[in-house]
């Protein structure tokens, strides 16, 4: 709803009114309708002014609508109301003005900006676009090409970029609406008549066609397969119409996109990023009940590219660190590059570099007075260990222990503590200072308190963290194997790593399964193989009865390990080269090899590409659910979109399973495990087999057919 008081005299003041970010729902809108008209008849009132609640103007439309039919007032036409006013109308907007609430600032006559205020529309993000009236009045208040840029990446933009744009008449430190309500006063006998966007022409620009082409170029690569960038871009080019004309496109642009799976998708994908802060382990504690401990100080012990990362990453949260390494080359090393990446974020935000907030030791003896370390060494398991039983001796009590393993067992590395109950996994992603998420994975014996101050640390470092529960390879990691393991199993059956790839593409990752294998290094997985007893110069295709493949080892024993050595499932034209080739070797190794195993290449197509490597991935994800290592679906999605470049328009794998249908997934599952019932990853888990026979229910239900967790507490 919207609050009406007349100040200073003569300017009516509607305040928006629906915690906690105003957002725009039916009783808002009708709110602004009421409030309008009772501004414009009063005789009293020569301008208004348009704020927000508690210091946010508005966080954009009420999200959690779209789910249902519409009802009040639509907000195109509220907007059109305040925009046609008679009298002047002041937005003063502190806070955030994000999507619809930008456009309803859009339809004000004036601006006024908190010099903290954050302003865009990411609707982009939601799988639509700037659909009341965004798409039509911003290129013409800042141009085109400024407008692409903020509606296809729906970034925020600060307050003093929105004044150099032209966004905002003006950005202020003081109290916003004071200064707005000053401002109104001051206008209060213009006519609003030029003030008016949806009456600008779109500014001239001498190569349109070019700057449309270009960025619809880039946004198709950015993200294959969505549609709302495209629609987005489709709906700015429409600017250049007369305004009914434009508004006329962006409608039917935003219909076919309101109702689209995609949508639908991204959506989801917002509100889980918001649910699994919602934590809860399977002994009963949650996030609700528990107190992260505040983390002042805190070591990185380990500056390979993990350590570094993670190293800039705390001390842009305002964390005092001390990164350790022994190896003095690699110390020297660090102590640049940790600089170098610092001084570039804080140019990019704007601040000075904190450089003193970092200090550097080539010995464990610092651990002795930190609140938290994370142990980022070799991924090693009698390495990690030692780390752990060095800092079990030197660090004061109640220092939580934490390691960025990408898999390995928390609670070994507890076991060689004296407190195993501070010690959790803090999974980072390369490069850790940019991605998004962080698995904290709670060991048998980690406290509630040791997981919530991770989960906060997380989040103070501006990562989404997600609690997961030990097993190898935690969640990622182990639904990362069987989609590996089918992509495998289909070359040895006839495909090529190029058809794999470009399937997965098309389907929407950024990367193929085998060019992002070869990115990340071939020998990682090899290491951790052969750690696991995988004989060398072996290529058997059967490994404890079950099928296993053995290409990847075999590449590695030819020294292809990937990009870096300039060969692996692809060739590249030096080492580190990044323009990866199809490989007439690796064409003739296959070949070989079928032959060597008596194989046939039979054809295989698109959709066999798809169903056994993702369906694979999904199946694991239900067991996931089953063995309670995620709480929930969405922690399994949020950590494929976010760590995994699973395409945000598809929700996760297993939103992606409920919208591709439970019962067909199931179908192929039972077939495909029929075609290979030596491949165990295929068989379909009785998670999925529950929820087919429980109809299928959506995604959001499906926590209530999980095993409940046990309260200790
Ligand atoms: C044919 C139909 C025509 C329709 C035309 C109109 C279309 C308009 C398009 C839009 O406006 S779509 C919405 C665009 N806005 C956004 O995408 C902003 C989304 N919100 C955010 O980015 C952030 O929430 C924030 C505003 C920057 C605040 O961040 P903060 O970290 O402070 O808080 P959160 O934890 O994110 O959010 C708190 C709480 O509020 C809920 N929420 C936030 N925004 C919305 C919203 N727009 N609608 C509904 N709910 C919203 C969020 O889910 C949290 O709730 P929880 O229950 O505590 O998890």
Known sequence: MAQYSRVSGTVGLITLLNPPVNALSAAVRQGIVDMMDKALSDRKVKSVVI????????????????????????????????????????????????GGGLELALGCHYRIAHSKARLGLPEVHLGLLPGAGGSQRLPRLIGVPAALDIITTGRHVTAAEALKLGLVDRVTDRNTVDEAVKFALSVADQSPQSRRISTFPCPHHPDLDAVFEGVMQRV????????????????????????????????????TLFTSGQARAQQYHFFAQR????????????WDKTKPVAVHKAMVIGLGTMGRGISVALVQAGVSVVAMETNEKQLMDAKQAISSMLERGAKRRGVAPALDKIRYSSDMQPAADVDLVIEAVFEDMALKKKVFQQ??????????????????????LASETRTPELVVGMHFFAPAHVMKLLEVVYGSRSSPQAVATA??????????????????????????????EQAFFLLEEGATPEFVDQ???????????????????????????????????????????????????????????????????????????????????????????????????????????????LYALMNEGFRILEDGIAAGPEDI????????????????????AAMVGLKKVLERLEHYHQEHPDIPSLKPCNLLRKLVVSGSPPVQKWREFLQKPQSQL
């Open 503 to 613: 399937v997965l593409e098309e389907f929407g990752f950024a990367m193929g399964v085998f060019r992002m294998s070869d990115l990340s290094g071939l020998d990682v997985g090899w290491r951790v193989r052969k750690a696991d007893g995988l004989p060398d110069g072996h290529s058997a295709r059967i490994r404890q009865g079950c099928r296993y493949s053995p290409l990847g080892d075999l590449l590695c024993e030819q020294g292809r390990f990937g990009q870096k050595t300039g060969r692996g499932w692809y060739q590249y034209d030096k080492p580190g080269g990044q323009v990866a080739k199809p490989d007439p070797w690796l064409q003739d190794f296959l070949e070989k090899f079928r032959t060597q195993h008596g194989l046939v290449a039979r054809r295989i197509d698109h959709q066999e590409v798809l169903e056994r490597c």
């Open 220 to 255: 198709r690569q950015r993200a294959r397969g969505a549609l709302a960038p495209v629609a987005c871009v489709q709906a700015v080019a429409a600017a250049t119409l007369p305004f009914a004309q434009g508004m006329e496109r962006e409608r039917e642009l935003m219909a």
């Open 455 to 484: 989960m906060e640390l997380g989040k103070q470092m501006g990562k989404v963290s997600v609690a997961v529960g030990n097993c190898r390879g935690f969640v990622g990691n182990r639904m990362l194997k069987p989609y590996l």
């Open 637 to 656: 999605d949020v950590i494929y979109v976010l760590g995994y470049s699973w395409p945000p328009h598809r929700g996760g794998p297993m939103f992606y």
């Open 391 to 412: 800092l079990s001796a030197l660090c004061k009590p109640g220092t939580f222990l934490c390691s960025n393993t990408s898999g390995l067992d928390v609670d070994q």
């Open 51 to 98: 704020c927000g609640h508690n210091g946010k103007f508005c966080g954009g439309a009420d999200i959690r609508e779209f789910s249902s039919p519409l009802t009040g007032p639509l907000l195109i036409p509220v907007i059109q109301g305040v925009e046609s006013a008679a009298k002047p109308v002041v937005a003063a907007i502190e806070g955030v003005a994000l």
């Open 275 to 286: 649910a699994v802060g919602r934590w809860s382990m399977p002994s009963g504690a949650r």
